[in-house]
């Protein structure tokens, strides 16, 4: 019995061109720590000529659809390199090299690890009436840690994987059997 070799032209976090689970993940902190940091300079910025809530819409929006294409070019490419086919699937048109699905679904993690930290932030206060900064920025670290976890393998495991493992198709090969007949002669 011979398994065919499973060739989809595309790779999968797991496989060989792809990046492993732990270089994902340096990428991941690396790439959206960075645009957090500057995200976190840029509201400070517009804050200063514009409403806070507004100035934090805008970079908010940016930034996710920056770190979005970060992810997909350099934390979860193949070694091939990002392109139609290969990789995470980034379509390759215009500045934007993901689809409509991958900023859509990203934008959805961003908004669920923002509700976490939300949520996080509301019970605390709903425990103590008046936390201390030590404490309140614990709880919104911890919460923003693990929802980070979260989001890091909701984008590894279903928005930027482009395949999803199946078995190989089992094949025959009876060439390379002997014949019954010839099992027989040989074992006399």
Do not use: K, W
């Not at 859509?104 to 993690?109: E, H, I, K, M, P």
């Not at 919104?140 to 279903?158: D, T, V």
């Amino acid at each position: 019995m011979e398994r065919a070799p499973q060739q989809t032209g595309r790779s999968t976090p797991g496989t060989p061109d792809a990046p492993g689970a732990s270089a994902s993940f340096v990428r991941f902190v690396i790439f959206g720590g960075g645009v957090g940091l500057a995200s976190s300079a840029a509201v400070a910025l517009l804050a200063a000529v514009l409403p806070f809530t507004l100035a934090n819409a805008l970079v908010t929006a940016v930034s996710t659809i920056l770190a979005t294409e970060l992810h997909a070019r350099f934390t979860f490419a193949s070694a091939s390199g990002p392109g139609p086919g290969s990789g995470p699937g980034p379509t390759g048109r215009g500045p934007l090299r993901c689809g409509l699905r991958h900023h859509l679904q990203s934008a959805a993690t961003a908004a669920a690890a923002f509700a976490v930290t939300t949520l996080a932030t509301l019970a605390l206060h709903a425990f103590a009436s008046a936390p201390g900064l030590a404490v309140e920025q614990t709880v919104y670290l911890s919460a923003s840690a693990l929802a980070g976890i979260g989001r890091f393998l909701a984008l590894r495991l279903y928005v930027f994987a482009t395949t999803r493992r199946q078995p190989a198709p089992v094949t025959l090969d009876l060439r390379a059997a002997p014949a019954r007949r010839e099992l027989l002669t040989t074992a006399s």
